[in-house]
């Protein structure tokens, strides 16, 4: 084995850098906190056994990788994991509205939709920090790759299975109902440009997203799926949702879910600032 | 990382670092009767004037025995006569795979009753 991770690797980085590289770190976590934490409104209620304990396996991989992200973000803040979990502030959270919306009527070909979307993303983004130039990514990107993906495979599978016959018309609702809110992962608050010629990542976030867009696609097109849009070339015109995330605001329902993580931390007292504002 | 020189197993360990992988064989893991040595976590392992540094990985991020089995191997080291500090950093590089799992981790496991597929 090469020598450990270099330890000072912060330091080769210029400010700037560090800010971008911070602010990449924190809107990973995010997506992947609320993203599993939202996926639990699922658990124990999906249409197969088989289906439970798939699910449970890809909410434990999401918050461990959300732990991954976060440790790497308090690295760069005076601030642990937990803190960054229960004492900010709902607007503090920096993910994309995708992964905060409840599941339209408890719709599974919803949760289904919404995981392919976001797993396909979360393969690009990562694909797109693959050989950084930082260290404490470049050792676990690969490992998280590994992980995810049978996340991808299960949803491709489950949508295979809810575009026979009938079921094509709901998911192609479904689908395009949710492509502006994923757009809204590939928004980024994290100076593009620092980040690619720094060489922390490969391409910027609108050229990942055009990669994302491309393979999903293809998929939609297989399963005679008509999506909205029809080249990354008319995913420019798309309006983004009213709201988006990403350091801008959030949806109620993310209030809402907020309230529900932190309430417990809450009622033992053990919160140090008052992050139910 | 060359991916051909982890996981260690120390083999050819002598003095403080012999009994520090001899501590580190007394862990297992808190799922299955496998000495984490045995079972290819351990990546590196440096001893220098009493404090150790361990390199380690787990078998997924999500693991949620992480704490305990931190605790554990820590526990167990800094008993060892002549360890003055203990630090454990977590490595995802190269991932862990089944291959990792030593022949006699592999026994171990059979015994439990889980043949391990080469």
Known sequence: MSNTVDESAESEFANEE??????????FADDEFVHGDRLLDWYVKTPTLESHITLANIIQDELGHAREWY???????????????????????????LVELPFDQGSWDDAVVRMYLYDVAERHRLENLQGSTYNPIDDLIGKVLQEESFHREHASEWLKALTTDEGRERIEKTVNRLLPYALTLFESAANQQVLVDSGICTKSARRVRNDWFKEVRSFFDELDVDLQVESTHDLDGVSLPEYIGRGKRHTHHWIELHQEQTMEYRNLGLQETDSTL | MDEQTVPRVGDNATGLEREVWNALYGVEDPEM?????????????????????????????????????????????????????VKIDIR????????????????????FGLEVPK
Do not use: N
């Open chain 1, 18 to 27: 560090q800010t971008a590289l911070a602010t990449h770190f924190l809107e």
């Open chain 1, 71 to 97: 440790e790497r973000y308090a690295d760069t803040v005076d601030m642990s994991v937990d803190d960054l979990v229960y004492e900010r502030r709902h607007d503090e959270f920096v993910h994309g509205t």
């Open chain 2, 33 to 85: 009767p496998i000495s984490i040595v045995d079972l290819g976590l351990i990546y590196d392992l440096t001893v220098e004037d009493g404090a150790v540094k361990i390199d380690m990985t787990l078998t997924y991020t999500g693991c949620p025995a992480r704490e305990f089995l931190l605790d554990d191997i820590k526990e167990a080291v800094e008993a060892v006569e002549g360890v003055s500090e």
């Open chain 2, 92 to 111: 995802w590089t190269p991932e862990w795979t089944i291959e990792m799992i030593t022949d006699e981790g592999r026994q171990s496991l059979k015994d």
